[in-house]
């Protein structure tokens, strides 16, 4: 199905997507309650800082994503891995509210953003007809991590200082991703990717530039769409311990839960690239927020720890079907010539969504809202965009020159 260089890419946005996970939500989240205790801050306050590194994050993403059109791919990869490096190191050194908000900032721009940005977009310009097929099982690398790391930092946490994590996470980065980057994509040339039957009709679709792509109105619905799954997910994992607390589930519980979530992540992520291959993304993309809509209904109406697995399960759905559409979408639509930049916009408003979703729930949980309250929120939100989509589905085709 995939000749050696082939494999060597999708290894490369394996790997990087599994060392994403350093700072994703889910991730983070995990030292939510040793970090506040810490420092003595409340839920909101850590929210709060949460949100507005993230937010700065995002910005900077937009800039700094986009030269990974101009610059070649391993050096790119290689500043990345270096950063992300120093960024573990910092978030080991958290002693104030200052450095809290510096180190949230350095691992949500070089972990979630940039490790993840260089793996989808080497992926999605690399291939062309198994574009769904290799971004599936690129992104299994997080939906790995998703599966092992929960449980484990959990125990690691009851035998060691979080701090300690923290600084052999840096050593691992530090020594593993640069030499796996070498041997991997050193002499990757996108020139010569992918081949395919369909290479000329490929060629005639119109490749966008971002500045063309802001001004069609197609891209902010489909946005609307993209973004619900970062920003109530993030808003669960980051405030997984005040559910945990409300719903009576247990930090056990919630952890073993995040093991189903990961399961059926992994088994829609690799059924989905077969059928984007088939079908393209454009098709599938008014079903990706259904289970994520089914799954606050879920956190409204029930309280049994056995829903715990059900609620983060259709979650994990929607996670698998978002993580391939999320690339593969604007690779459809708009081209590759320019994926670079288009991404680098749609990682930086993902990102900043879950700084939205921080900050929201935050903000909703210091007001005393109840989780079902806020589940309902969620509800409405996935809802209208859903309406949205539905308008203009068959309205996202490619346009041929």
Known sequence: MFNSLSLKVIIFGFIFTFFSSFGQSFFLGLFNSSIREALSITHGQFGSIYASATLLSSFLLIWV?????????????????LLLSFSCFFFSKI?????????VFLMRFSGQGLMSHTATTTIARYFTKS??????????????????????IVYLLTITAWQNIWISISILALIFLPLASFFLIKKLDFDARE?????????????????????????YIVCLNMLAMPWIATGVFVYQSFITEAKEWGSFVIAQSFMVYSILSVVTLLGSGFLIDKFTSRKLLIFMNIPLMISTLVLFYFNNPITSFIFLGLIGISNGLANVLGSSTWAEIYGVKFI???????????????AFGTALFGFLIDKDFSIEQIALVSFIYIFISLILLFFVR???NPQYI
């Open 95 to 103: 002693s104030s509210i200052v450095f809290l908000f510096i180190a």
């Open 65 to 81: 994503g986009k030269k990974i059109d101009d610059i070649n791919i391993f050096k790119f990869a290689f500043y990345v891995t």
């Open 340 to 354: 670079g930049s288009i991404k680098a916009l749609t990682t930086a408003l993902m990102v900043f969504s879950t």
């Open 131 to 152: 574009r769904g097929r290799a971004l599936s099982i690129g992104w299994f690398g997080l939906s790995s991590a998703e599966f092992i790391l929960p449980v484990f």
């Open 195 to 219: 081949q395919t039957d369909n290479d000329s009709e490929i060629k005639e679709i119109k490749q966008w530039k971002r500045t063309e792509v802001l001004k069609d109105y197609r891209f």
């Open 394 to 396: 068959n309205k996202l």
